[in-house]
């Protein structure tokens, strides 16, 4: 592994524990104001999501929950998020084939029901499971499949993401100044998803390193760190 990879993952997974933990406790706390069933249907999604990194079967255990309450009362939208959430916690987990299936399953009741928005999510989620088996061209297909649905909605953070994932996936097929264009891209979007710049500039600095801009990657290694702390 590159020594900038090193570097900027030691920063990124301690910061994002830390974040998820007092998320956690903040989605806990509003339990108590939950009304109706449906919220707090998205209350264990948005707990199976924040779990993913801390404890793989807690957030097993709320997506499972998030999706039986959602069928329940037949919240279809509720049920497609579950899934989809899911897929992610079981891609933690490293069971790649159960994800994939979670994740088609999520992506059929968003096709049946137009949820556009899961739609795109649930695509560009497939498409990184796919980066994770190397698939760099379907990785980029589901994304650009991803992205015109999240233009329709006009989701900017999810468009930002998926920019920055593209140039990361082309960059690993060396095709540095595809990349470049599209770490650029994401890089005019990316102020709507703060969050997400450490995961930028990991890539930025992965794009410099690769292309012989050392002092480059650095600084872009530099940023990232400032912005995960």
């Known amino acids: 592994m590159p020594i900038v990879s090193i570097i900027l993952i030691s920063f990124i997974l301690p910061v994002t524990l830390h974040s998820q933990n007092r998320l956690i406790d903040s989605v806990k706390s509003g339990f108590k104001i939950i009304k109706t069933d449906s919220a707090k249907a998205n209350a264990y999604y948005e707990l199976c999501f924040l779990y993913r990194y801390v404890n793989i079967d807690t957030a097993i ?11 329940k009362i037949n919240y279809y ?10 897929g992610l916690a079981y891609r933690e987990s ?8 979670l994740l088609y399953q999520a992506l059929q ?16 989620r497939i498409g990184l499971i796919h980066a994770d088996l190397s698939n760099w061209v ?22 930002a993401i998926a920019y920055s994932n593209v140039a990361r996936f082309i960059d690993e097929e ?23 710049y450490p995961d930028f500039y990991y890539t930025l600095a992965k794009l410099e390193h690769h292309t012989g801009n050392f002092n480059a990657s650095m600084e872009a290694s ?3 760190n400032r912005w995960a702390g």
Do not use: W
């Open 77 to 86: 939208r509720g049920q497609s998020r579950a899934l989809d959430v899911l």
């Open 222 to 224: 530099l940023k990232g």
């Open 138 to 159: 379907l990785a980029r297909d589901y994304h650009y499949q991803a992205i015109k649905d999240y233009q329709v909605v006009d989701d900017k953070k999810s468009i």
């Open 61 to 71: 255990f709320y997506g499972n929950a998030g999706y039986e309450l959602s069928k």
């Open 109 to 124: 009741i968003a096709i049946d029901n137009n949820f556009i928005g899961e739609r795109g999510l649930c695509l560009r």
């Open 174 to 196: 060396r095709k540095y100044d595809s990349s470049r264009y599209f770490i650029q891209k994401s890089a005019t979007l990316m102020h709507y998803a703060p969050d997400l």
């Open 94 to 101: 490293g069971d790649l084939t159960k994800a994939l299936g």
